[in-house]
């Protein structure tokens, strides 16, 4: 089969030689692609109401928000990455040309296809199949990277109609990796849906897990909006995940505030070691002072280590004498050794100096040991 996919260049999903003898089912195929068409284009161009959400007989949840730009327009999405921009490929469009868009899109339906065919669950539990697994999701992952964000409703359409958790499993990465309002507009849509289900049931917590892990790598504008909605209103079990996501964000520094929020008064122990976590991925210095008052209050053995960690990774030398009284004070050896380990890391004579004292009088030898480590990193440095 000749197939014309619609990218900047051509990367079509090969056919395993092994179906090459069944072209007498292209008839029900054929059929079955042309109601896959039909449920794709409307998908693309009428999805405009939430589907309301929450346990049947309880109260709605707030409804995640829409794709809109500053001036109330349409957001066209796209990916924003911390890193270069990626190239995208552009193609027809609603606003030029729809025939083009329309036959956009019934070729991705029909070379998703073949990738529901390739990972058939009953295939999968042959030898054979198990082993042409990997190579089916790759193959489909480098499709959907050369993918036009346009043409996202129809992986959204077989997300929801996929056969098996794996087949979800590589098209959240793909979606994650199209990016654009429509995959995050339809990630969302499947957390919603999925939210809703009992908690219970085999793979419902791994399939959110992996739902949150794709708005976060979709890294745009969009995704931004959609994480911050989570985080405050998504589900309560749900939550450090959303948190986790938007300290991977692009736009993490605006959160500042946020995670300082999350890690000083959430409830939620995982909430909380998250939101340190993000403050340390951030490193803003306007956190530390708070960090450090944190530090003190902190109950939760881990949590307050990940906070320790987070003054080192600010940076902050006015941290030391919170690092100094830890060292001084604090019982736990591993909350010690945090400590020595981030005071290396702001570094400087002050450091130094705490630093040797900790190597050459601490009661316990493991901290004794880290701390002579720790200096000799200092030096290796020039610090």
């Known amino acids: 089969m000749n197939l014309t996919t619609p990218h900047a260049t051509e990367c079509p999903l090969p056919i395993s030689p092994s179906r090459q003898s069944g072209r007498a089912g292209i008839p029900v195929l054929l059929a079955a692609l042309g109601f896959a068409f039909v449920i794709a284009i409307a998908y693309q161009v009428g999805q405009t109401q939430p589907t309301p959400q929450g346990a ?4 709605k949840k707030t409804p995640p928000p829409a794709p809109a730009n500053i001036d109330g ?15 995208r490929p552009t193609t027809g469009t609603p606003a030029g040309n729809p025939s083009e868009l329309d036959a956009g899109i019934a070729q991705v339906i029909a070379d998703l296809a073949d990738f529901r065919l390739r990972t058939d669950y009953e295939l999968l539990m042959t030898p054979e199949g198990a082993r042409g697994f990997e190579a089916a999701r790759k193959e489909l992952l480098e499709y959907l990277k050369a993918l036009d964000p346009a043409f996202a409703g ?10 098996n958790h794996l087949q979800r499993r590589v098209l959240l990465e793909g979606l994650g990796i199209i990016g654009g309002d429509i995959a995050t507009e339809g990630l969302a849509d499947h957390y919603e849906t999925w939210s809703s289900k009992d908690r219970t049931a085999n793979g419902v917590g791994t399939e959110i897990k992996y739902t949150a892990i794709a708005l976060g790598a979709i890294n745009s504008d969009f995704s931004y909006d959609i994480l911050n909605h989570y985080v405050r209103d998504g589900d309560q079990q749900d939550r450090s995940r959303f948190v986790e996501q938007l300290g991977l964000h692009g736009r993490r520094k605006e959160s500042v505030p946020l995670f300082t929020e999350l890690a000083a008064q959430d409830d939620q122990i995982r909430v909380r070691n998250k939101a340190a976590q993000a403050l340390k991925r951030t490193a803003d210095h306007g956190s530390a002072a708070r960090l450090e008052e944190l530090v003190q209050s902190e109950q939760v053995h881990h949590v307050r280590q990940t906070m320790i960690g987070a003054l080192g990774a600010i940076g902050d030398p006015g941290s030391l004498k919170t690092l100094d009284r830890i060292l001084r004070e604090d019982e736990n050896p591993t909350t010690r050794m945090s400590a020595t380990n981030s005071a290396a890391r702001i570094g400087g004579p002050e450091a130094k100096a705490m630093i040797e004292r900790v190597a050459a009088n601490d009661t316990e030898a493991r901290v004794r040991s880290f701390a002579k480590q720790e200096l000799e990193k200092m030096a290796d440095r020039g610090n």
Request: proline share 7%; charged share 25%.
């Open 56 to 59: 049947a007989g309880g109260a």
């Open 154 to 163: 129809p992986v959204v359409e077989f997300l929801e109609t996929a056969d």
């Open 73 to 87: 327009s349409v957001s066209d999405g796209g990916i924003a990455r911390s890193g270069p921009a990626k190239e």
